[in-house]
Nanobody, 127 residues
Framework: QVQLAESGGGAVQAGGSLTLSCAASGRPFGGACVAWFRQAPGKQREGVAS????????AYADSVKGRFTISRDKAKNTVSLQMGSLNPEDTGMYYCAVKKVPINCHTTWAEAYFADWGQGTQVTVSS
């Protein structure tokens, strides 16, 4: 089992930036598929971005393309989500998760396929 710890959430004004971080303990990410999800109040949780930790390939939801960047830090065993040009629609709880099996990382974001989840970190964007 991978233990996930998230950090970096906070409050910013529209147009600002934030960087979230997800650290793994217990087991290293290795060749894992790691994804970021978010959930706004009263809405379903949705996938935001994914990355193969070993291959360093990435994919993004249409709503964040060109604004968010997911990346890995092999030395620190962390996955980050750089968020820029934030707007109020980006407000929500952000979670990182590790897929049970590292296949179809960028094409299948169903929550049932992710075994390990972080506690979530709040992002609030004010207009």
């Amino acid at each position: 089992q991978v233990q996930l710890a998230e950090s970096g959430g906070g409050a910013v004004q529209a147009g600002g930036s934030l960087t979230l971080s997800c650290a793994a303990s217990g087991r290293p990410f290795g060749g894992a598929c790691v994804a970021w999800f978010r959930q706004a109040p009263g809405k379903q949780r949705e996938g935001v971005a994914s990355i193969y930790f070993g291959f360093d390939s990435a994919a993004y939801a249409d709503s964040v393309k060109g604004r968010f960047t997911i990346s890995r830090d092999k030395a620190k065993n962390t996955v980050s989500l750089q968020m820029g040009s934030l707007n109020p629609e980006d407000t929500g709880m952000y979670y990182c998760a590790v897929k049970k099996v590292p296949i179809n990382c960028h094409t299948t974001w169903a929550e049932a396929y992710f075994a390990d989840w972080g506690q979530g970190t709040q992002v609030t964007v004010s207009s």
